[in-house]
């Protein structure tokens, strides 16, 4: 999706080894999104920031911190990985309310 | 918010059209619909969202019934390229400083696939 981009598309971690999923949004939009899908249990939001400079928790926030960089960026940090942390992980920004833009994923393992 | 209710699966034969029913039944006057869908391996793609009036654009209409309990979604010439998890969505229309009016609950979907 062109206009948010997010690094790595995949990567394969071991149990307690930490990293960050990048993401940047190009439309300059003021609100971003971290969502996380497992199969069968729909998308659900881990943190927002509804602008530079501040974050808020979603629905399952425990196990990850977020940064807001700048306008552009919003990073997602797991510092100790699990297993219960495999999943698709998915940034979005507010186009207008109720209307997002997601970028196409990074696909995580943690073993 | 209000709970959706869509069909798991459904088929659809390519150039014909494709409609993806919704059940809202607990709206509130509030409360839009709105629809996305998620093709495999993609982030999910906004389609369109409507009130109470029927909406059409370039992508597909809505068709929201006089009592708002129910939606339909209409893919007008189904192609190979639709097939995907289509979602339908309700969502509040009042904005909320805390930043949670924002938040889209995705649920389960429909699993449309367009047949050859």
């Known amino acids: 999706n062109a206009g948010v981009t997010q690094t790595p598309k995949f990567q394969v971690l071991k149990t307690g080894q930490s990293m960050t999923l990048q993401c940047a949004q190009d439309?300059?939009?003021?609100?971003m999104y971290w969502y996380r899908q497992d199969p069968g249990m729909g998308l659900r939001l881990i943190y927002y920031?509804?602008?530079?400079?501040?974050?808020d928790k979603g629905e399952v926030p425990n196990g990850y911190n977020v940064s807001r960089l700048n306008k552009r960026e919003f990073s997602l940090r797991l510092e100790s990985a699990a297993p219960s942390q495999t999943s698709v992980y998915f940034c979005?920004?507010?186009?207008?309310?109720?209307?997002?833009?997601f970028g196409d994923g990074t696909r995580l393992s943690i073993l | 918010d209000a709970k959706t209710t869509q069909p798991p699966s459904m088929d659809c034969a390519e150039g014909r059209a494709a409609n993806l029913p919704c059940n809202h039944s607990?709206?509130?006057?509030?409360?839009?619909v709105y629809w996305y869908r998620q093709i495999h391996s993609q982030g999910p793609q906004y389609i369109i969202h409507?009130?109470?009036n029927n909406e059409t654009n370039e992508m597909a209409s809505l068709i929201i019934t006089e009592d708002r309990k129910s939606s339909t979604l209409i893919l007008p010439h189904a192609t190979l390229r639709d097939t995907a998890v289509y979602y339908c969505?309700?969502?509040?229309?009042?904005?909320?400083?805390?930043?949670?009016?924002?938040?889209?609950?995705f649920g389960s979907g429909t699993q449309l696939t367009v047949l050859p």
């Open positions: 979005a920004s507010l186009v207008r309310p109720g209307t997002y833009h």
């Open positions: 439309m300059n939009h003021n609100s």
């Open positions: 920031s509804a602008s530079e400079g501040t974050t």
């Open positions: 607990t709206i509130s006057g509030n409360e839009y």
């Open positions: 409507g009130l109470k």
């Open positions: 969505i309700v969502r509040p229309s009042i904005y909320i400083s805390s930043g949670s009016a924002r938040q889209l609950t």
